[in-house]
């Protein structure tokens, strides 16, 4: 599987979703830190297990498999709280998704564009109805949001 080259930013005016149907998922960390992610992941009807590893601030090795819903089940007993949001596929060229986030992390609206390159990532311009760009914060990896106080959320929520 090809490594994961992301940015991502805020979202300051939602675009048109009208059509795509949202990808529901619910996250859970097994393992996180040092710059390794071990999660699972319910994603709407499929189970799916991925280990991460961070290759530079934009880049990260990823490999994923899928898993039956036991053995979701199981690894979920040992797992960080969850993670729950709908994904809005909403390009492919480049590859940009709208993550729309409930519960804890209500209101937290991300995009996120996926690349080929570093070079490719670097060059890329946002779109009008993106916000700030979020890269590197911890408000940009579902890991570490497990990670912010109520108050640190509400903080980058208003920046």
Known sequence: MKNEIERKFFVKQM????????????????????????????VDHSYVYEDKSEVSDLER????????????????????????????????????????????FEGLIRAEVEFDSEEEAKSFTPLPWMGEEMTGLPIARDSKLLDLADTEFKKYMHQ
């Open 15 to 42: 675009p048109d979703l009208s059509g795509i149907m949202p990808v529901h998922y619910e996250r859970y960390f097994l393992e996180r830190g040092n710059g390794k992610e071990v999660r699972i992941s319910k």
């Open 61 to 104: 090795t990823r490999t994923k498999k899928e898993i039956t819903k036991e053995g979701f089940e199981k690894l979920r007993q040992n797992s960080s709280e969850a993670i729950v949001r709908e994904r809005y596929n909403i390009s492919s060229n480049p590859d940009i998704a709208i993550q729309v986030y409930h519960g804890r």
